[in-house]
């Protein structure tokens, strides 16, 4: 009996001690029952470190210099005089010549635009080379007389910021054109001449400029600044108190394989100013662009489409220049052939009222065509030849040195319809 006692102190002794420390044993069966303090710490931290570099300051950004250097040879079949006026003077030399075309450096302290901080950043660029002779002549297309390797032409200098409450990207200084679908980059561009559409486009422009993306496939931007190709307006033909306004919209589709991108560029009081080809001289003018672009989805980016349709009208300036208005229309097509051959084909045409394309007073009005065709071989990542052919015609393509009347002198008829045409080789390297 006493051990029968006994035995039932020794099992209830068990089950108080199995009741004190069962509800310390965590239970692995029984559902999902999170671990203990240690294991969930640091998913914890993890979760913080990545809140505070949304909401933090934004990563410093390294500084970047990026550029390229570009040789060409351009060769036209035409007669002694033969002179395209919507081309720079050494694209269209007769016979042929080897050009330093330029030496672009670029120094820029990039934007993050993921952060949720305001912070700032800058853009230089830099181009030397015979590009840069005619971009650095502002005000006159037709200066200087011939072109200069060891010209220099600063193409940016502005600050920009960004602003996350707003999605606003700001720009503030020296800035190219915001409209135009060819650039003043010639490794830019699907050809090496320039097509005749951008050469009734702007340069650039001192000012600001204010670039909203509320959406990530929708930028809305707006500026204010100096007349094209201007560097001070008051040195502009010394009327001073010149301006522009300009802006242009970008939708894109989500896979990223189409765009539409309309723009515009006005100078309610002032001078159009120029560009490095075209000089219009208009109490007010105005400019509108729009740009398409297309790579069907089953092509898988092995064919794309673009076009580009230019207007734009000016009220002239007494006795200086007559009234103007033209239209433009660019279509460009580029095939892969192979992974590093590219083929591309430029169609333009230009009508203008008067007889503005030989930067001519004349007032009758002039049609002009070109189609070029281009071939890119990629050597490397970064080495690119390309060859290309040309043919333009209409009246106007050839011109000689002395064809150039005032306006207010009884009007001539426009030289002879005629061609020409160029063959062009370009080697480009960027970094």
């Known amino acids: 009996m006493d051990a029968h006692l006994g ?8 089950v108080q001690t199995c009741l004190v420390f069962f509800p310390l044993v965590p239970a692995t069966g029984w559902g999902q029952v999170p671990g203990d303090e240690q294991s969930i710490v640091p998913e914890r931290e993890q979760r913080e470190e990545a809140m505070a570099e949304r909401f ?3 990563p410093e950004a390294p500084l970047r210099l ?7 040879y ?3 079949f035409g007669p002694g005089t033969a002179s395209n006026p919507l081309d720079f003077p050494s694209d269209t030399i007769p016979k042929g010549d080897f050009n330093l075309s330029a030496l672009w450096l670029r120094l820029e302290q990039p934007l993050t635009r993921e952060s949720r901080q305001a912070h700032a950043g800058f853009q230089l660029g830099m181009m030397v080379g015979e590009d840069a002779t005619y971009y650095n002549a502002a005000g006159a297309a037709t200066s200087p007389v011939g072109p200069n390797g060891n010209a220099l032409y600063i193409g940016e200098a502005f600050a920009k910021v960004w602003v996350p409450e707003v999605a606003m990207e700001a720009w503030v200084g020296k800035f190219q054109a915001v409209i135009g679908y060819e650039t003043i980059w010639r490794p830019d561009n699907p050809c090496i001449t320039f097509g005749i559409s951008d050469a009734f486009m702007p340069q650039d422009n001192v000012g600001i400029l204010a670039i909203f993306s509320p959406d990530p496939l929708l930028d809305i ?3 204010i600044g100096n007349c094209s190709g201007e560097s001070n307006d008051r040195g502009s033909f010394g009327q001073g108190d010149e301006y522009s306004v300009f802006g242009y919209g970008k939708i894109s589709s989500p896979g990223g394989n189409a765009s539409l991108q309309p723009g515009f560029y006005t ?3 002032g001078t159009h100013g120029a560009n490095a080809r075209v000089s219009l001289d208009q109490d007010f003018y105005y400019a509108l662009n729009l740009i398409g672009e297309w790579s069907p989805a089953l ?8 076009f580009n349709v230019t207007g734009g009208s000016g009220t002239g300036d007494s006795g200086v220049e007559a009234p103007t208005s033209y239209v433009t229309t660019g279509l460009y097509s580029g095939w892969t052939l192979l992974d590093p051959v590219t083929l591309t084909g430029r169609a333009e045409y230009v009508h203008t009222s008067n007889f503005v394309l030989p930067q001519t007073t004349r007032l009758s ?3 002009y065509y070109a189609y070029t065709l281009t071939l890119a071989v990629k050597i490397t990542e970064e080495l690119v030849w390309r060859g290309e052919g040309r043919f333009a015609w209409g009246a106007g393509t050839t011109q000689s040195a002395n064809s150039s009347v005032d306006y207010l002198e009884e009007p001539l008829s426009p030289p002879a319809s005629n061609s020409l045409w160029t063959l062009a080789t370009e080697i480009y390297y960027r970094f």
């Open 66 to 72: 990026t550029g390229y250097v570009d040789g060409t």
């Open 74 to 76: 351009l060769y036209n």
């Open 267 to 269: 100078t309610p009081w």
């Open 365 to 367: 009005g002039g049609d």
């Open 7 to 14: 035995n039932l102190g020794s099992a209830r002794l068990l």
């Open 221 to 223: 931007a707006a500026g």
């Open 56 to 58: 933090g300051p934004p």
């Open 299 to 306: 092509a898988e980016d092995r064919w794309s489409l673009a």
